[in-house]
């Protein structure tokens, strides 16, 4: 059985090119329109929303391949390239197939765990968990301000693709040998 959105428009979010919240605007009198412990699926509902802002220009184009943030070949080689262990590596390998989670938490609060939780791949959000009891307590624009935060924790632990460096002069053929080559040597050495 389907249901309908929670919340629709308590909840307003900018998005930038990675799909995370940039800025984020909570209604003022959200706790007297909404029970707390919806406050998760509404935050939810706010990003779809954004979500879909941010996508439907080229959606509305027809240009889907545009909706993949998934980086070239060369950027996935370049940035490859660039790790420094074989950790950094199978991170970045984990995260082109989406099995990644990246994870954002708001700071502890009275009731002994985290404000907000974010959780996203690398392409969005997949969860946004509030604590329901510290929510209640705080001022709306506190949510809005940990949800932003938590985006920025989690720009800040997805790898930076990249065609530049060291490596740009390459052809794709020799990146891809060089890769190949790298693998083996951080595999040999782990």
């Given at each position: 059985?389907?249901?309908?959105?929670?919340?629709?428009?308590?909840?307003?979010?900018?998005?930038?090119?990675?799909?995370?919240?940039?800025?984020?605007?909570?209604?003022?009198?959200?706790?007297?329109?909404?029970?707390?412990?919806?406050?998760?699926?509404?935050?939810?509902?706010?990003?779809?929303?954004?979500?879909?802002?941010?996508?439907?220009?080229?959606?509305?184009?027809?240009?889907?391949?545009?909706?993949?943030?998934?980086?070239?070949?060369?950027?996935?080689?370049?940035?490859?390239?660039?790790?420094?262990?074989?950790?950094?590596?199978?991170?970045?390998?984990?995260?082109?197939?989406q099995s990644d989670?990246?994870?954002?938490?708001?700071?502890?609060?009275?009731?002994g765990g985290p404000?907000?939780?974010?959780?996203?791949?690398?392409?969005?959000?997949?969860?946004?968990?509030?604590?329901?009891?510290?929510?209640?307590?705080?001022?709306?624009?506190?949510?809005?301000?940990?949800?932003?935060?938590?985006?920025?924790?989690i720009r800040h632990?997805?790898?930076?693709?990249?065609?530049?460096?060291?490596?740009?002069?390459?052809?794709?053929?020799?990146?891809?040998?060089?890769?190949?080559?790298?693998?083996?040597?951080?595999?040999?050495?782990?």
């Amino acid at each position: 059985m389907a249901t309908g959105l929670i919340g629709v428009g308590l909840f307003t979010m900018r998005l930038d090119e990675g799909r995370l919240p940039v800025d984020v605007d909570v209604s003022r009198n959200i706790t007297d329109r909404i029970a707390p412990r919806d406050l998760s699926a509404a935050a939810m509902t706010g990003y779809y929303v954004a979500l879909w802002q941010h996508d439907a220009p080229v959606i509305a184009s027809g240009r889907w391949t545009e909706l993949t943030v998934s980086p070239s070949r060369r950027a996935e080689l370049i940035t490859l390239l660039d790790t420094r262990s074989l950790d950094e590596f199978e991170m970045v390998e984990r995260s082109l197939r989406q099995s990644d989670e990246f994870i954002g938490r708001g700071p502890i609060t009275d009731f002994g765990g985290p404000s907000i939780t974010v959780s996203a791949s690398i392409s969005r959000i997949s969860d946004i968990e509030i604590d329901p009891r510290w929510a209640v307590t705080v001022d709306p624009s506190y949510i809005a301000h940990d949800i932003v935060d938590c985006a920025n924790q989690i720009r800040h632990q997805r790898p930076r693709f990249h065609e530049d460096g060291s490596w740009a002069d390459r052809t794709d053929d020799e990146l891809e040998h060089e890769l190949a080559e790298y693998k083996r040597y951080l595999m040999r050495n782990s």
